[in-house]
C-alpha cells in the first residue's frame, strides 16, 4: 500500500454538511487507490493566495485585451457616454453589477459540464456549493480525472468568459463588454494557479489520477 502524503491547508473554518460527506467520499477513493499502490500528493493553497498570487499571473491577460481595445477602437468610450447619455451609462454599470452574479453561475456550470462529461459516475459525480466565510461558490468533482481532462476544466470559465468575452469586446467596440471580460479572466486567477501548480508538478510514476480536494482550494494528486 502507498503511503499518504498529506500537505493539506489547515482548517480555520467548520466544514458545511457537504463538505463532511464529501470528505467521507474522498477517504474512500482513496483508500481504493492507495490500495492500488498510489501515492498522495496534494496541490492546495487557500483562496486568499489563490486569489491574490493568481490575480498576478491574469494581469498581462488583462493587460493586453485593455491594449488591444486601445490599438483597435481608439479609445474606451467611458467618459464619451458620461457626457452624452447619462443614462446609457448607468445602465451599463447596471450590467457589469448583474453580470458579477450570472457570470458566477456560469463560472462554477462550466467546470461542472466539461468534468461531468469524464466523471466516473457522470454528472452525479459533480457538486456545487458557497462557502459564505470567503464569499466563494464551488463546483467539485467526487470521483477521479484524469490531468488532461481536469486541465481543461478548470481554465475553459476563464477562457470563454473572460478571454472570448473580452476578444469579442474589442471589434464590437464594447467598453462593457470589455470589462466583464477583464473581470472574468482575473476570475479564473485560482483556476489557473492551480493549473500552473499542477503543470510545474512532476510526476514520478507514468500513471496520474487527480481528484478535487474535498475541503480545500486544489487538488490531490495519485499516482504511480
Same mark, same amino acid.
Given at each position: 500500500m502507498?503511503?499518504?502524503?498529506?500537505?493539506?491547508?489547515?482548517?480555520?473554518?467548520?466544514l458545511?454538511?457537504? @463538505?463532511?460527506k464529501?470528505?467521507e467520499?474522498f %477517504?474512500v477513493?482513496?483508500a481504493?487507490?492507495?490500495?492500488?499502490g498510489?501515492?498522495?500528493?496534494?496541490? *492546495? $493553497?487557500s &483562496?486568499?493566495k489563490?486569489?491574490?498570487v493568481?490575480?498576478? #499571473?491574469t494581469?498581462?491577460?488583462?493587460?493586453? #485585451?485593455? #491594449?488591444?481595445? !486601445?490599438?483597435y477602437?481608439?479609445?474606451?468610450?467611458?467618459?464619451?457616454?458620461?457626457?452624452?447619455?447619462?443614462?446609457?451609462y448607468?445602465?451599463g454599470l447596471a450590467? $457589469?453589477?448583474?453580470?458579477?452574479?450570472?457570470?458566477? &453561475?456560469l463560472? @462554477?456550470? $462550466?467546470?461542472? #459540464? &466539461?468534468?461531468?462529461?469524464?466523471?466516473e459516475?457522470?454528472y %452525479?459525480?459533480?457538486?456545487?456549493?458557497?462557502?459564505?466565510?470567503k464569499? *466563494?461558490? !464551488?463546483?467539485?468533482?467526487?470521483?477521479?480525472?484524469k490531468k488532461p481532462l481536469y486541465i481543461?476544466?478548470?481554465l475553459?470559465?476563464m477562457t470563454?468568459?473572460?478571454?472570448?468575452v473580452?476578444?469579442?469586446? &474589442?471589434f464590437?467596440?464594447n467598453?462593457?463588454?470589455?470589462i466583464i471580460?477583464?473581470?472574468?479572466?482575473?476570475?479564473?486567477?485560482?483556476?489557473l494557479?492551480? *493549473?500552473?501548480m499542477?503543470l510545474? !508538478?512532476? *510526476?514520478?510514476g507514468?500513471?496520474?489520477i487527480?481528484?478535487?480536494?474535498?475541503?480545500?482550494?486544489g487538488?490531490?494528486v495519485? @499516482?504511480?
Amino acid at each position: 500500500m502507498g503511503k499518504a502524503k498529506d500537505n493539506t491547508v489547515k482548517q480555520e473554518r467548520k466544514l458545511t454538511e457537504a @463538505e463532511i460527506k464529501r470528505s467521507e467520499n474522498f %477517504k474512500v477513493k482513496e483508500a481504493a487507490l492507495l490500495e492500488k499502490g498510489y501515492t498522495r500528493h496534494d496541490l *492546495t $493553497i487557500s &483562496i486568499e493566495k489563490a486569489n491574490t498570487v493568481g490575480a498576478l #499571473l491574469t494581469l498581462p491577460l488583462v493587460g493586453a #485585451l485593455v #491594449l488591444a481595445y !486601445y490599438l483597435y477602437n481608439g479609445e474606451f468610450g467611458i467618459m464619451n457616454a458620461l457626457h452624452d447619455n447619462l443614462v446609457l451609462y448607468f445602465i451599463g454599470l447596471a450590467v $457589469i453589477m448583474v453580470s458579477f452574479v450570472v457570470c458566477a &453561475i456560469l463560472h @462554477e456550470g $462550466i467546470h461542472g #459540464l &466539461i468534468w461531468g462529461a469524464g466523471a466516473e459516475n457522470g454528472y %452525479k459525480d459533480i457538486e456545487f456549493g458557497f462557502i459564505k466565510e470567503k464569499i *466563494t461558490p !464551488y463546483c467539485a468533482c467526487l470521483s477521479p480525472l484524469k490531468k488532461p481532462l481536469y486541465i481543461f476544466g478548470a481554465l475553459m470559465p476563464m477562457t470563454i468568459l473572460g478571454i472570448v468575452v473580452g476578444v469579442l469586446s &474589442i471589434f464590437l467596440g464594447n467598453v462593457v463588454m470589455l470589462i466583464i471580460g477583464a473581470f472574468q479572466t482575473m476570475g479564473g486567477a485560482g483556476d489557473l494557479l492551480v *493549473t500552473c501548480m499542477l503543470l510545474k !508538478y512532476k *510526476t514520478k510514476g507514468k500513471d496520474a489520477i487527480l481528484m478535487d480536494h474535498p475541503t480545500d482550494c486544489g487538488l490531490v494528486v495519485f @499516482e504511480k
